[in-house]
């Protein structure tokens, strides 16, 4: 199926791993030019490496921390104008709301709900001007069931929601649309990492925190992050345009709510 978006440009963040290296090489593939970012240098620039191998699209790499106002100088001067923004931040530790201090707070809300609206703000009017713009939030499946030991990100990401469910009405008739992708358990090293905090609150050992977690899922599995990268460029697409303030949850059925 073709998109109808080769030749734009994309900005995704935290992209040299996991689900945001997902989203880009799903838009790579449809023929969008990428420009990535993240903190660690050596991954990053082999992700930018594999995706133009894969490709043959232009992939350019920025190093940085997108949760600081560095970071976001550094992606936005490499992509001033992108037609596509895909917001990712790496997520909040696991804990018990009794061991976080307010700078705890203010660091998960600023990671998770202050710098995807920022880089928003930088780019948006851009995309009104051009008449055409995709936003993609990777949020969490959290803003639908809390988790109880991700209180942080309980917190951030719902706020983000509520943001996103305003601006996303006043953008969609200049055909600029802003969803959010929720992701459930998926074969990332957030994953693994999440797995470890709860098997450490827990007192389980992280293999029994594991299986519990997949009998959780009606698929009976962890989700390929794959799969999460071509939702994404779904949301990204031409024949999206009627899609906007969304939350999208991709979890292989977990949650158990009708609605």
Known sequence: ??????????????ASKGLGRACAVSLARAGVRVVITARGREALE??????????????????GDITTDEGRRAALAACPAPDILVTNAGGPPTGDFREWDRD??????????????????????????RR?????????????APIPALGLSNGARAGLTGFIAGLARQTAKHNVTIN??????FL???????????????GLTEEQVAADRLRSIPAGRLGDPSEFGDACAYLCSAQASYVTGQNFLIDGGAYPGTF
């Open 104 to 129: 705890a707070w203010l660091k998960a809300i600023n990671a998770n709900m202050l710098t995807p609206i920022e880089l928003i703000k930088a780019t948006v009017d851009g995309m009104i001007s």
């Open 1 to 14: 199926m073709d998109l109808g978006i080769r030749g734009r440009t994309a900005l995704v963040c935290a």
């Open 188 to 202: 990332t090293d957030r994953t693994r990492q999440t797995i470890a905090g709860f098997a450490k609150a827990s």
């Open 180 to 185: 959010n992708l929720l992701p459930g358990s």
């Open 46 to 63: 082999a992700t930018a490496s594999e995706i133009r191998k894969a490709s043959g699209i232009e992939v350019t790499a920025v190093v």
């Open 132 to 144: 055409f713009g995709r936003v993609v939030n990777i949020t969490s499946t959290s803003v639908k």
